[in-house]
């Protein structure tokens, strides 16, 4: 039986079409081997949008996400844009479709692939075998926090204020989303926190802890933010699935990702209570190789891998892609972001081309 998925598809600016029609190619030839039908329905965002209809989330785009299964972003932005009112910018964009899906959760994975193990500034040794999971919460703590502002004091002094607050409710629906993630991968989730000097950490700490005798089969541990940003560079082995809040999230994917060195490989996807997830590369729209034939397709191709497992629930779809990425970076294969001696240089295209030749062998 055919299992049909309506996907939303927002190709954006700079990039964002090149290797858009390398993941829907992908796409559309693991289609029959796994027995699965997709419509993909195009809808503007960013640049592209402010160019068509003037604004960069039109509402035709929040309503087809909205009626779709999932949805597949590339990336937006460009210096067309830039002086425009921050309303009208492309970013805005961006943040009313997180705040209109209602977006909670960003789930960044770190996998370094022997292949490319070269590309990290770490030590081969300390990177190898590193296979991580960064779930951040994505709409709560400091950074919506109230009160927050630049206020003056009684003695005329300016202060800069912004608050650190969680409810127990939201930290429980993150906590739920990590522990659920963590069950799809080796079991073990750390927490990580400021529990030793912020109040706001204390309740965090707690709920996960309660939260954690639902989910008997992980093992949850917790670590101070500050211990966690030494580890992950020191022995970021140690690491399946970390759970953190906002701020802290913001920092520590970051580090994550570069353990991995190369910004064209990585996947993110950003999910809600309910309604369709959006999945999506982590860098931007590389105006500077735009139309070029030059842009990496993979991390693009990869977020459709974390659509199939975490979106669409078909982790054999999204196994298949994954295997057949690292394939074809196995046979040579790089476009010019990841280009070394002895390998074979590929465009935005013909990677495409070989990802799909490994699919269909
Ligand atoms: P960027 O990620 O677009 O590019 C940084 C560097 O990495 C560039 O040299 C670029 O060529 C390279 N690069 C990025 N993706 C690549 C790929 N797939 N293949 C090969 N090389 C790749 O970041 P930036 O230059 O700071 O920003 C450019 C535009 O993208 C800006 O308008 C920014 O606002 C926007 N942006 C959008 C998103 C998003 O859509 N989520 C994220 C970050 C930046």
């Known amino acids: 039986m055919t299992t049909a998925y309506r996907i939303a598809v927002l190709a954006g600016d700079g990039i964002g079409p090149e290797i858009t029609e390398v993941t829907l190619n992908v796409l559309r030839a693991i289609a029959p081997r796994f027995n699965l039908d997709f419509e993909f329905v195009p809808a503007l965002i960013g640049g592209c949008a402010i160019d068509a209809v003037g604004e960069p989330l039109p509402a035709a785009t929040l309503e087809t996400c909205r009626q779709s299964d999932a949805v597949l972003l590339a990336a937006i932005g460009g210096t067309k844009w830039d002086t425009l009112p921050r309303p009208l910018r492309p970013e805005t964009g961006l943040l009313k479709l997180r705040a209109g899906l209602g977006l909670f959760a960003n789930l960044r994975p770190a996998k370094i692939l022997p292949q490319l193990i070269n590309a990290s500034s770490l030590k081969p040794e300390v990177v190898a075998g590193v296979d991580l999971m960064v779930v951040r919460e994505l709409t709560g703590g400091i950074y919506f926090g109230q009160p927050r502002g630049i206020f003056t004091t009684e003695s005329g002094d300016a202060r800069g204020v912004n608050t650190m607050a969680y409810t127990a409710a939201e930290v429980d629906r993150i906590g739920r989303v990590a522990f659920e993630t963590a069950r799809k991968r ?40 500050d211990n966690a940003a030494m580890q992950l560079v020191r022995s970021p082995k140690q690491f399946d699935t970390i759970v953190t809040g906002n701020l802290f999230g913001d920092i520590l994917s970051d580090i994550a990702a570069m353990l991995t060195g190369s910004i064209g490989m990585l996947p993110s996807a950003s999910l809600g209570a309910s309604g369709p997830a959006v999945f999506e590369p982590v860098h931007g729209s ?10 990496n ?7 459709a891998a974390m659509m199939l497992r975490y979106g669409l629930n078909q982790p054999a779809a999204a196994t298949a892609i994954e295997q057949a990425t690292l394939a074809v970076l196995e046979q040579g294969y790089r476009t010019s972001d990841l280009m ?3 390998c074979i240089l590929v465009g935005c295209q013909a990677m495409g081309e070989q990802l799909i030749a490994q699919l269909t062998l």
């Open 186 to 225: 080796q079991r073990k989730l750390c927490s990580v926190d400021k529990a030793n000097v912020l109040e706001v950490s204390q309740l965090w700490r707690d709920r996960l802890t309660a939260l954690s005798a639902e989910y008997p089969d992980v093992e949850l541990t917790h670590l101070y933010v």
């Open 286 to 295: 590389a105006p500077d190789i735009a139309g070029q034939d030059k842009a």
């Open 340 to 342: 070394t001696e002895g």
């Open 297 to 303: 397709p993979l991390a693009m191709v990869l977020s």
